[in-house]
């Protein structure tokens, strides 16, 4: 049995691996507490993923390619036939957005297969027990709903640069305000606050649903392990635990895959959408 679960129940052993290690920032607690383990797992999965690919560009050759070349122009080839198959205008800039969204998404995502008590073994090793009580660390960003909301805001912002170089900035405004409901003469002006709040509804639910879908997936799969692990963390149950945990693990490898590529093709289509006209 973990040492969190042995000392504190199953509750307290859900807690402490849903705890986020957070640091302060600006020196205001209320206003700029952020969760460090989220930000710092992020950060070096995206310059993973850049390392990877950036190194296979690099050692590409027209021949015929390695098996990490293969596998690099494999993942490229699929993701450019997604974004072809939604998007119909220059696909130059859409193309590395969607292949930077799943593969960082995909890399995050699968923190969620990594040993629930890793870390804090880790800590238990180096600085001992009383350490790794006290030693916070969620490996999974996707599970943390500022990460999810940051990605889901930064595509929000594309999205409307993409809108603004398609119509200008005069005919992204008068869109807002003349669609979806058009009308003439006097009705069309009564329309235009009725047209305005539509649209910033419909504009700020795209993110919000990014970001809510990610997270409330990860979340809950990320939940389903600890449930595992706390229930089944004495010697006595360590094999079914095992098993279930392999179980769950083989169904999560689709979720981890599919919220990756959902996020992903749902940015192109977002996209494609905030370049045309209503």
Not at 15 to 42: M, P, Q, R, Y
Not at 116 to 136: C, I, K, M, N
Not at 182 to 195: D, E, I, Q, S, Y
Request: charged share 10%; no cysteine.
């Amino acid at each position: 049995m973990s040492e969190q679960t042995g000392s504190g129940g199953l509750n307290e052993y859900i807690k402490h691996h849903l705890t986020h290690n957070t640091s302060e920032v600006f020196g205001s607690e209320a206003l700029s507490k952020f969760n460090f383990d989220s930000w710092i797992v992020a950060l070096v999965l995206g310059l993973l993923f850049i390392l990877w690919f950036g190194l296979a560009a690099r050692k590409a050759t027209a021949g015929v390619p390695s098996k990490g070349q293969a596998f690099v122009e494999i993942i490229l080839e699929f993701i450019d036939g997604q974004v072809k198959d939604t998007f119909h205008g220059d696909r130059r800039s859409v193309t590395p957005l969607a292949l930077t969204i799943f593969m960082w998404v995909v890399f995050m995502n699968t923190m969620d297969l990594l040993p629930l008590d890793l870390f804090g073994w880790l800590v238990h090793v180096t600085a001992g027990p009383e350490a790794a009580h006290h030693t916070y660390f969620r490996a999974v960003p996707t599970a943390d709903l500022n990460t999810t909301f940051a990605i889901s805001a930064s595509v929000f912002f594309i999205l409307i640069g993409h809108a603004v170089s398609a119509k200008g900035v005069g005919g992204f405004g008068k869109e807002l305000v003349t669609a979806p409901f058009h009308a003439h003469g006097p009705m069309k002006l009564v329309l235009v606050p009725v047209n305005l709040v539509m649209n910033i509804i419909e504009w700020l639910v795209k993110p919000v649903s990014l970001a809510m879908r990610l997270f409330g997936n990860m979340y809950g799969g990320e939940l389903v392990f600890m449930l595992i692990a706390g229930l089944m963390g004495s010697i006595y149950t360590f094999v079914p635990g095992v098993i279930a945990n392999a179980a769950w693990a083989i169904f999560h490898i689709l979720i981890i895959l599919l919220q990756a590529f959902i996020f992903m093709i749902l940015t192109v289509v977002y996209i494609a959408g905030a370049r045309e006209s209503h």
